[in-house]
């Protein structure tokens, strides 16, 4: 969804349509006592029904803060990808069925094709372009997914990598500091199809970076 | 996706009072919502993000001793809460035998207890034909691919099952949902907040206009040492349940002293095993046999589904023997 497209027939951008009704709606449509009680309301009208309005919306992704002009249907996906061009973070089937869009949203792993953007204002969000650390040097499990050769095609790595570190983390912070099976890493890393079947050496990574402690 | 307006309220009544304005939906994880938004299924005019309102998350104690779980709560961390863990493990496995952890990061209890059924076509709008989607269109699954459908309680309107797993534990687990609305607050057993489908399979569950859920409380009970989560899908992980048992005993001397068994992935709600035969003796074999053979004595499997009768036998005595153990 792009903020630049013209109407045509009318000379405004969208944006700029969006914004004038924005400030209409806020005046006229929102009825009164909800405003001051609800912090935060992206609504117009048209003809009695409400209608979605784009705004601005603030990300912080990668310890980077960041601005975007959105609709509230999109996704968290869809605004990293498109909107900030953080295209490592990839679509599979879009239906949460997949993993491939596994983000961490305050360290803890989702998929973000379920998730809309403007529900997300006042996280701190990782995707796999923030994993290494600002000197350039790769996080421990990416190291491990290089050393075992943990995927093919690649397509998956991104959420694969993102699940894994969540799930070091998780173990981690279990005071019951579970050993984990092969077993158990498989049915943790489940959320993530891999459909080359690198599973083997993906398991293999997660159990080096854990037995590293 | 539709477009929709999106608001985001800090407290219940003002997330009451934006969910009366017509086209409201509340949402909360959303990852059934999304999805099924994603489809055009479900098409609101308004989303009201309830994740801000506070008070909704917490896992405590009540006096009496039962466990809150606010709607909010998500499944991850109700999994592993400690109050969970130990006092209702059959929940915390169950809730682990569901979905992923990246979904069960965002699923919230409210909201597994709203999530639709994931029959092919109620959320395929290829199908026209769906008293759920739209009631009188009639029911594709009746003679179409019914291998995940319901076998026990259906009805000629809609076959469709309930994929909550959460859902099957809670009701083994006597679980009240606590209800809110401009009118008061009531409270309900999760048995009978979820429906049959009879006459109204559009209708999943007996949340009024109006109201929201504010938490689910478990009663106290004697049930932790013996029990077990059994879940049969047809891959090892990941997937909904064909089905699923949850087997809860009170064992005191090698005698059942009370029992609650729960059948999951077979009709619309979760179904509850009469286990009145099990009371007052041994768990042995012959009292498994009568009690699985009873269970499913009424059951209507469909072309694609019959294997699901022996299925769920079979499931009965083996949840039971290994909550037995």
Redo the contacts between chains.
């Keep these: 969804m792009s903020v630049s497209d013209r109407r045509p027939g009318t000379g405004y951008s969208r944006r700029e349509f969006l914004q004038s009704a924005a400030t209409v709606a806020g005046a006229a449509t929102v009825?009164a006592?909800?405003a001051s009680?609800?912090?935060?309301?992206?609504?117009?009208s048209a003809g009695g029904?409400?209608?979605?309005?784009a705004k601005s919306l603030q990300l912080q992704v990668n310890g980077q803060p960041h601005e975007l002009i959105a609709?509230?249907?999109l996704?968290l996906l869809d605004a990293l990808r498109e909107h900030l061009k953080l295209t490592g973070t990839k679509k599979g089937c879009?239906?949460?069925q997949c993993?491939a869009c596994?983000v961490l949203?305050n360290g803890?792993?989702?998929?973000s094709c379920?998730?809309?953007a403007?529900?997300h204002e006042n996280d701190e969000i990782t995707t796999v372009e923030g994993l290494q650390s600002a000197d350039g040097t790769l996080h421990p499990m990416q190291k491990a997914f290089l050393e075992h050769d943990a995927f093919q095609c690649g397509y998956c790595t991104p959420g694969q990598l993102c699940?894994a570190v969540?799930?070091v983390e998780?173990v981690r912070k279990?005071p019951g500091r579970p050993k984990l099976t092969d077993e158990d890493i498989?049915?943790?890393m489940?959320?993530?199809i891999c459909r080359c079947g690198a599973y083997p050496n993906i398991v293999a990574a997660v159990r080096e970076v854990l037995e590293r402690g | 996706m539709d477009d929709f307006a999106y608001a985001r309220p800090h407290d219940v009544e003002a997330a009451l009072r934006l969910a009366a304005m017509p086209g409201s939906q509340f949402i909360a994880g959303g990852t059934n919502l999304i999805d099924l938004m994603k489809g055009g299924v479900e098409a609101p005019t308004r989303l009201v993000d309830i994740t801000q309102v506070s008070g909704l998350a917490q896992i405590h104690e009540l006096p009496g001793g039962a466990v809150r779980i606010g709607a909010l709560a998500t499944n991850a961390d109700t999994a592993i809460h400690p109050l969970i863990r130990e006092r209702h493990p059959l929940l915390a496995q169950a809730l682990l035998a569901g979905a992923s952890p990246q979904l069960r990061n965002l699923a919230t209890a409210g909201g597994n207890l709203l999530q639709r059924t994931r029959c092919y076509y109620f959320y395929d709008k290829g199908f026209a034909a769906c008293n759920k989607r739209d009631p009188g269109s009639g029911c594709a699954a009746l003679e179409g691919f019914n291998r995940h459908h319901a076998i026990l309680g259906a009805s000629e309107r809609c076959i469709a099952t309930n994929p909550s797993d959460m859902a099957v534990a809670l009701v083994a687990l006597d679980a009240q949902v606590q209800l809110r609305s401009a009118r008061g607050a009531r409270q309900i057993p999760v048995s009978d907040f979820l429906r049959l489908p009879g006459e109204t399979p559009q209708q999943d569950t007996n949340l009024a206009p109006g109201e929201i859920i504010m938490a689910v409380d478990l009663p106290p009970n004697r049930f932790a040492a013996h029990s077990h989560y059994l879940k049969v899908r047809d891959r090892a992980s990941y997937a909904f349940a064909l089905v699923s048992v949850a087997a809860a005993l009170e064992v005191e001397a090698g005698v059942v002293r009370d029992s609650r068994v729960v059948l999951g992935g077979v009709a619309h709600k979760p179904w509850r095993i009469d286990t009145q035969g099990l009371i007052g003796r041994p768990l042995d074999p012959s009292a498994l046999e009568s009690l699985a053979g009873a269970a499913l004595k009424d059951a209507e499997p469909r072309r694609h589904n019959a294997f699901k009768v022996e299925l769920s036998r079979r499931a009965l005595v083996r949840a039971l023997s290994v909550a037995a153990a």
């Design positions: 009825p006592g909800l009680a609800a912090s935060m309301i992206a609504e117009g029904a409400p209608t979605a309005v609709e509230p249907r996704t879009d239906r949460g993993g596994t949203v803890r792993r989702v998929n379920l998730s809309l403007v529900m699940s969540a799930l998780e279990d498989r049915e943790r489940s959320g993530n």
